[in-house]
């Protein structure tokens, strides 16, 4: 039986959405994986922006249900780290017992980014703990996003393939999607 892959992501946000997403699908496939797609969702009608929210989610949720495993897109996204729903993603396929997988195209590590965004305005307390300028603890692990999401992957025995593309195709260079595809398909058999 064929396994079913949820690609989870920010590309469903681009200006090239559909593109971005059957070319992902189209290389699971090739992969002999099912690909299950947020943007391939049929929303039901509905009378406020609310409840078209709401009924995301439900799709979204019915899906994941659906699929075997998540492949989840974690480049930093509109900020310093993953999208928020596709870490709220990654995270309901953990909590559901599946096989996760995860690649970032973005090679600086989390605290890394952290200290770009404060002009490197970040230093050592004397405990040895990195701290932003207004004294906020930063995760100083060297892990490509926040340890809930990196090592929460690697714990399960799933990986996150940290790729580095070029900053004007973070969205587009599918490399470590690719790799992360490659791991995932032996995995799952």
């Avoid at 989610?57 to 249900?65: G, I, L, P, Y």
């Avoid at 405990?127 to 603890?137: K, Q, S, W």
């Amino acid at each position: 039986m064929t396994k079913k892959i949820y690609l989870a992501g920010p590309e469903v946000f681009l200006p090239n959405a559909r593109e971005m997403l059957d070319r992902k699908a189209a290389l699971a496939r090739e992969a002999g994986l099912h690909p299950l797609s947020p943007g391939d969702l049929e929303i039901p009608q509905t009378n406020s922006k609310r409840e078209r929210a709401a009924a995301i989610n439900a799709v979204d949720e019915k899906m994941m249900m659906e699929a075997d495993a998540i492949i989840a897109n974690l480049t930093p996204f509109r900020g310093i780290a993953a999208d928020t729903g596709t870490a709220f993603e990654l995270g309901f396929m953990c909590a559901s017992g599946k096989p996760v997988f995860a690649y970032t195209n973005v090679a600086r590590d989390h605290s890394g980014r952290v200290s770009d965004l404060y002009g490197g305005a970040v230093a050592y307390d004397a405990e040895g703990r990195l701290r932003d300028p207004n004294g906020i603890a930063v995760e100083d692990f060297g892990l490509a996003d926040n340890l809930m999401l990196h090592a929460g992957i690697e714990r399960r025995g799933g990986v996150l393939i940290v790729g580095d593309a070029a900053r004007d195709a973070l969205y587009t260079d599918l490399s470590a999607f690719k790799t992360c595809l490659a791991i995932a398909v032996e995995k799952l058999r």
